[in-house]
């Protein structure tokens, strides 16, 4: 399976020396379909490695640099457009480990610009992008009203001359999941990342990244999901010494602390996240439960041609995914109206 | 995958796996004269597979994907097998080539210097590079042009040429039914058939050349030619490129020197015998 | 802003970021501009350029220093005319991010 072999190697650099050619097609093909080759790229550098690699990690290297460096105007330009109304810019994911310079960021494939923003100024947040060439994706009315009524972010917007997307964001967590994180203290307590932008704060960072991965999400691209979980948390342990007992803290006030603790536990199990148990004040250790094998599979889930294997378990996980987010009626009628478009999960 | 090859065209390498046998067994044969490159490190996987469980045995339609896959790509029959490797090939340079700028543009090579002509599909680039290929000049390819960006040559990428419905009979004609791949009817773009490079065209398929000339050819017009100038060339180029935007500076760079450096012309042109004589013409006063 | 604010309004200023420098390249009808921060390419003519040229040096100007500036160097005509383009451009030259108020 070569999203282990993905795995080992972004765990354990020093063993890609090893690989055959088979080994490597299967390894470059999984990294790809992962979108973690520019991780791996960062991650072997100095090792030896086959010629014909070596053009494939640069070219991919090459690829992540452009894409934080557009990521990074893309929030320039938002924080331009929302200067006027005196709201700060908060950057979530890929753009935020960019703009932080954090070790996450190495070689992250980033895509759309995720902004956090105040509920109460959402109002007058949409009419200043669309001021500054931002419009909506699609005149759709059913996903429109799905997205104002139920979800932690305006529709997707694109911007008219760059075609980059914008997600705003009002919360981390759509208003049909179960836990209710604490938006205003996400807010409250980000942290500036340059000149104009700031991010969460370490630990809301993790907690935000557990929660896009296992409260929200079908587990695509959980594998890089995952990644930036291990990074995280290793840079944060790095600078703090009780950094878990604080992210559990503060996992527990955002009522995450399942899926900040099953995260920590897959990334220690997967990646060797040097996590930290305790007895004390709290009661943590990272022994693998039964149902984590479940989301392993489906994480190790590709062959060595870059293709999902074990369709019904990634089809589970993405009924799952709609089942977190929403209460069972809503679930049909939310599937029931995507199917009904063609739309199935990869 | 059940079948698989692995290609070598120009500087990439493509593995290529299948569900069905066919499309390999057509690669296989038309691409015989190509390095062999069994078991290489490639710097692309191509995927032919079923577009659903039972897609493999009833009504056979394929998935054309790989590393790069388009969304709303259209799924192919298995008679089409061929130009679905073909295209997963085009896809996977179209949106993953990093290491050349890519224009959308076929060219050919004589005395060292070459000639580039870039055009919308029907412009009939790809049917005078084939021809031309034929006359004297070697084929650097039909699809893509590779822009080097050190050294500003044009490096060949010489895949099957693909001609499509009048042209094929044309082509035929000068090269014979050996060199022809099968006739596919019907796609989406018509009537479609490969056409083998000269063996020279593909030995030399690592060997650059210096641009000297880009055309902008306009079959089915009453014969003209007007210069191009560089402003236009630039803004053309950058439609006709599927990277310029992913190369950043270094693609700037290369291409603003192109421009500058290189001659442009559009050539309307009316049919092949007169599109050669304004081609001799222009290569012998500008080139 | 409030009607009476509009007439308050002071005089805008720009400056060019040092990190938002250009690459530019004059083509025979044309400049394009490589702007590497957001890896766009602009394709501009006069004034552009010129009025890009003239503030290079990071200055924070109005309109109506840059008229100082480029009339040294250009025959500008009318100055009302002037201005009122200059001003213009400044104005697209923020939008597009090549220049900044300062």
Redesign the interface.
């Given at each position: 399976m070569s999203a282990a072999l993905l795995v080992r190697a972004l765990r354990q650099p020093a063993t890609v020396e090893h690989l055959d050619?088979?080994q490597?097609?299967g390894l470059?093909?999984a990294a790809?379909?992962e979108r973690l080759i520019a991780t791996l790229a960062w991650r072997v550098d100095g090792m030896r490695l086959?010629e014909?690699?070596q053009?494939?990690l640069r070219?991919a290297r090459?690829?992540a640099a452009?894409e934080a460096?557009q990521a990074l105007w893309e929030a320039d330009r938002a924080a331009a457009a929302l200067a006027p109304l005196g709201v700060r810019l908060v950057v979530l994911k890929g753009t935020a480990y960019a703009a932080a310079g954090l070790v996450a960021g190495q070689g992250r494939f980033i895509g759309d610009l995720d902004i956090l923003v105040p509920r109460s100024a959402m109002s007058q947040v949409e009419p200043a992008l669309m001021a500054a060439g931002w419009e909506w994706v699609k005149e759709d009315a059913y996903d429109d009203a799905y997205y104002r009524q139920w979800m932690h972010e305006l529709p997707p917007m694109i911007h008219v001359e760059r075609d980059r997307m914008i997600d705003v964001h009002h919360t981390i967590l759509p208003l049909t999941a179960r836990p209710k994180p604490d938006a205003d203290a996400l807010l409250a307590d980000a942290v500036p990342a340059g000149e104009n932008v700031w991010t969460l704060s370490p630990e809301d960072r993790v907690i935000h990244a557990a929660a896009h991965m296992l409260a929200d999400g079908d587990l695509q691209g959980g594998l890089r999901n995952l990644w930036d979980i291990h990074c995280l948390c290793s840079e944060g342990g790095r600078a703090v010494p009780d950094f878990y007992l604080f992210l559990f803290e503060r996992a527990a006030f955002h009522q995450l602390v399942p899926a900040v603790w099953r995260a920590l536990r897959l990334a220690h199990d997967l990646y060797g996240t040097p996590v930290v148990a305790y007895r004390a004040p709290i009661t943590v250790d990272y022994r693998l439960r039964a149902s984590d094998r479940m989301f392993i599979a489906r994480l190790l889930a590709r062959d060595g041609?870059?293709?999902e294997t074990r369709k019904l378990l990634v089809f589970a996980f993405y009924l799952r995914s709609h089942w977190l987010r929403m209460p069972p009626l809503m679930l049909a009628r939310h599937l029931w109206t995507k199917w009904r478009k063609g739309h199935r999960p990869r | 995958?059940r079948h698989s090859l692995t290609l070598q065209i120009g500087p990439a390498?493509f593995?290529i796996?299948s569900a069905w046998r066919q499309p390999v067994e057509e690669l296989t044969r038309l691409y015989a004269g190509y390095p062999d490159r069994h078991?290489?490190?490639?710097?692309f996987?191509v995927?032919l597979?079923p577009t659903g469980p039972l897609r493999r045995w009833v009504r056979p339609s394929i998935l054309i994907t790989?590393?790069h896959g388009l969304a709303d790509a259209a799924p192919m029959s298995l008679a089409h097998g061929l130009l679905a490797a073909e295209m997963g090939m085009n896809l996977q340079m179209a949106l993953?080539w990093?290491?050349h700028l890519l224009l959308h543009a076929s060219s050919v090579e004589k005395d060292g210097r070459a000639l580039v002509m870039t055009g919308e599909s029907g412009s009939g680039k790809s049917t005078l590079a084939a021809l031309l290929g034929e006359r004297g000049w070697r084929l650097m390819g039909d699809e893509f042009a590779l822009l080097d960006l050190d050294s500003g040559a044009i490096l060949p990428f010489p895949r099957l040429v693909s001609l499509k419905n009048q042209a094929i009979g044309v082509v035929e004609d000068v090269v014979g039914a050996q060199r022809m791949g099968p006739m596919l009817q019907a796609t989406a773009k018509g009537d479609i058939r490969h056409l083998v490079p000269r063996p020279d065209a593909v030995a030399r398929m690592a060997q650059g050349a210096m641009p000297a000339m880009l055309l902008f050819p306009r079959f089915g017009h009453d014969a003209a030619i007007r210069p191009v100038?560089?402003?236009e060339a630039?803004?053309r180029l950058?439609q006709a490129s599927t990277n310029y935007?992913?190369l950043?500076?270094p693609g700037?760079?290369a291409l603003?020197r192109f421009?500058?450096d290189v001659p442009a012309c559009a050539m309307d042109f009316p049919s092949g015998e007169a599109a050669f004589d304004m081609i001799d013409r222009l290569w012998e006063d500008g080139a | 802003m409030p009607q009476e604010d509009r007439f308050l309004k002071p005089i805008k200023r720009y400056r060019i970021d040092p990190r938002d420098a250009c690459?530019a390249?004059a083509?025979?009808?044309?400049t394009?501009l490589?702007h590497?921060r957001s890896?766009q390419?602009h394709?501009v003519i006069s004034p552009v350029p010129e009025i890009l040229d003239s503030i290079e040096d990071g200055a924070s100007v109005t309109a109506d220093d840059l008229w100082d500036r480029l009339t040294q160097s250009y025959d500008l005509g009318d100055r009302g005319e002037a201005l009122a383009q200059i001003g213009a451009q400044l104005e697209a030259l923020e939008a597009l991010g090549l220049v900044r108020a300062a």
């Amino acid at each position: 399976m070569s999203a282990a072999l993905l795995v080992r190697a972004l765990r354990q650099p020093a063993t890609v020396e090893h690989l055959d050619a088979a080994q490597w097609n299967g390894l470059i093909a999984a990294a790809k379909a992962e979108r973690l080759i520019a991780t791996l790229a960062w991650r072997v550098d100095g090792m030896r490695l086959p010629e014909p690699v070596q053009p494939i990690l640069r070219d991919a290297r090459m690829d992540a640099a452009r894409e934080a460096r557009q990521a990074l105007w893309e929030a320039d330009r938002a924080a331009a457009a929302l200067a006027p109304l005196g709201v700060r810019l908060v950057v979530l994911k890929g753009t935020a480990y960019a703009a932080a310079g954090l070790v996450a960021g190495q070689g992250r494939f980033i895509g759309d610009l995720d902004i956090l923003v105040p509920r109460s100024a959402m109002s007058q947040v949409e009419p200043a992008l669309m001021a500054a060439g931002w419009e909506w994706v699609k005149e759709d009315a059913y996903d429109d009203a799905y997205y104002r009524q139920w979800m932690h972010e305006l529709p997707p917007m694109i911007h008219v001359e760059r075609d980059r997307m914008i997600d705003v964001h009002h919360t981390i967590l759509p208003l049909t999941a179960r836990p209710k994180p604490d938006a205003d203290a996400l807010l409250a307590d980000a942290v500036p990342a340059g000149e104009n932008v700031w991010t969460l704060s370490p630990e809301d960072r993790v907690i935000h990244a557990a929660a896009h991965m296992l409260a929200d999400g079908d587990l695509q691209g959980g594998l890089r999901n995952l990644w930036d979980i291990h990074c995280l948390c290793s840079e944060g342990g790095r600078a703090v010494p009780d950094f878990y007992l604080f992210l559990f803290e503060r996992a527990a006030f955002h009522q995450l602390v399942p899926a900040v603790w099953r995260a920590l536990r897959l990334a220690h199990d997967l990646y060797g996240t040097p996590v930290v148990a305790y007895r004390a004040p709290i009661t943590v250790d990272y022994r693998l439960r039964a149902s984590d094998r479940m989301f392993i599979a489906r994480l190790l889930a590709r062959d060595g041609w870059g293709r999902e294997t074990r369709k019904l378990l990634v089809f589970a996980f993405y009924l799952r995914s709609h089942w977190l987010r929403m209460p069972p009626l809503m679930l049909a009628r939310h599937l029931w109206t995507k199917w009904r478009k063609g739309h199935r999960p990869r | 995958m059940r079948h698989s090859l692995t290609l070598q065209i120009g500087p990439a390498t493509f593995r290529i796996g299948s569900a069905w046998r066919q499309p390999v067994e057509e690669l296989t044969r038309l691409y015989a004269g190509y390095p062999d490159r069994h078991d290489a490190i490639a710097d692309f996987t191509v995927r032919l597979q079923p577009t659903g469980p039972l897609r493999r045995w009833v009504r056979p339609s394929i998935l054309i994907t790989g590393d790069h896959g388009l969304a709303d790509a259209a799924p192919m029959s298995l008679a089409h097998g061929l130009l679905a490797a073909e295209m997963g090939m085009n896809l996977q340079m179209a949106l993953g080539w990093r290491r050349h700028l890519l224009l959308h543009a076929s060219s050919v090579e004589k005395d060292g210097r070459a000639l580039v002509m870039t055009g919308e599909s029907g412009s009939g680039k790809s049917t005078l590079a084939a021809l031309l290929g034929e006359r004297g000049w070697r084929l650097m390819g039909d699809e893509f042009a590779l822009l080097d960006l050190d050294s500003g040559a044009i490096l060949p990428f010489p895949r099957l040429v693909s001609l499509k419905n009048q042209a094929i009979g044309v082509v035929e004609d000068v090269v014979g039914a050996q060199r022809m791949g099968p006739m596919l009817q019907a796609t989406a773009k018509g009537d479609i058939r490969h056409l083998v490079p000269r063996p020279d065209a593909v030995a030399r398929m690592a060997q650059g050349a210096m641009p000297a000339m880009l055309l902008f050819p306009r079959f089915g017009h009453d014969a003209a030619i007007r210069p191009v100038g560089q402003g236009e060339a630039f803004m053309r180029l950058t439609q006709a490129s599927t990277n310029y935007v992913a190369l950043g500076e270094p693609g700037f760079a290369a291409l603003t020197r192109f421009v500058t450096d290189v001659p442009a012309c559009a050539m309307d042109f009316p049919s092949g015998e007169a599109a050669f004589d304004m081609i001799d013409r222009l290569w012998e006063d500008g080139a | 802003m409030p009607q009476e604010d509009r007439f308050l309004k002071p005089i805008k200023r720009y400056r060019i970021d040092p990190r938002d420098a250009c690459r530019a390249c004059a083509l025979d009808d044309l400049t394009l501009l490589y702007h590497a921060r957001s890896g766009q390419t602009h394709m501009v003519i006069s004034p552009v350029p010129e009025i890009l040229d003239s503030i290079e040096d990071g200055a924070s100007v109005t309109a109506d220093d840059l008229w100082d500036r480029l009339t040294q160097s250009y025959d500008l005509g009318d100055r009302g005319e002037a201005l009122a383009q200059i001003g213009a451009q400044l104005e697209a030259l923020e939008a597009l991010g090549l220049v900044r108020a300062a």
